[in-house]
T-cell receptor
């Protein structure tokens, strides 16, 4: 199975900063894309799905570029509570309905 | 009920022990998954069950034996594990019939933190 690659991080930013995470996927058959958030010693939780048209949920904006096989997540006005690991996730035909996770990028927001 | 429940939350076992991890959901999901997550690593897919049948085994060693006794339950039987098998074991569920392009939700359990001594 081919991989999902993410910025290694960690990203250390002050409150109020804007931060962007990038992700690339190597399997062009990948069809569904997500950003998950995982807090320390907790399970991953869906942050948002990613669509070609781009989508926004409050301070979070996700973009997908199928031609470049590139996914991004933008967080505006960072809060302390945004500190977590952000996982880029794809679903592709080789894994059936299963999700394939990138290695994750750790974000630390400080006051 | 929109939860996936995993038991136990923590487990310490010796290398000669036999133990089982349990996962339960009542959302009518017919696809269930086991993932293994080591510290500072992403979850890695182990097994996929679809309609109570094993559909994917990601070359997992035979000391891990999955079982899906019914549509709500998923077990992972453990035998003769090694210390390097210590990890967080996550169960998840989803709809089994979904278009590949669907962004259908997956629900994860809170995991079982396993330590092999």
């Amino acid at each position: 199975r081919k991989e999902v690659e993410q910025d290694p991080g960690p990203f250390n930013v002050p409150e109020g900063a804007t931060v962007a995470f990038n992700c690339t996927y190597s399997n062009s058959a990948s069809q569904s894309f997500f950003w998950y958030r995982q807090d320390c010693r907790k399970e991953p939780k869906l942050l948002m799905s990613v669509y070609s048209s781009g989508n926004e949920d409050g301070r979070f904006t996700a973009q997908l570029n199928r031609a470049s096989q590139y996914i991004s997540l933008l967080i505006r006005d960072s809060k302390l509570s945004d500190s977590a690991t952000y996982l880029c996730v794809v679903k592709d035909s080789q894994a059936g309905t299963a999700l394939i996770f990138g290695k994750g990028t750790t974000l630390s927001v400080s006051s | 009920d929109t939860e996936v429940t995993q038991t136990p939350k923590h487990l310490v076992m010796g290398m000669t022990n036999k133990k089982s991890l349990k996962c339960e959901q009542h959302m009518g999901h017919r696809a269930m998954y086991w993932y293994k997550q080591k510290a500072k690593k992403p979850p890695e897919l182990m097994f996929v069950y679809s309609y109570e049948k094993l559909s994917i085994n990601e070359s997992v060693p035979s000391r891990f034996s999955p079982e899906c006794p019914n549509s709500s339950l998923l077990n992972l039987h453990l035998h003769a594990l090694q210390p390097e098998d210590s990890a967080l074991y996550l169960c998840a569920s989803s709809q089994a019939r979904q278009r590949l392009t669907s962004n259908y939700g997956y629900t994860f359990g809170s995991g079982t933190r396993l330590t092999v001594v």
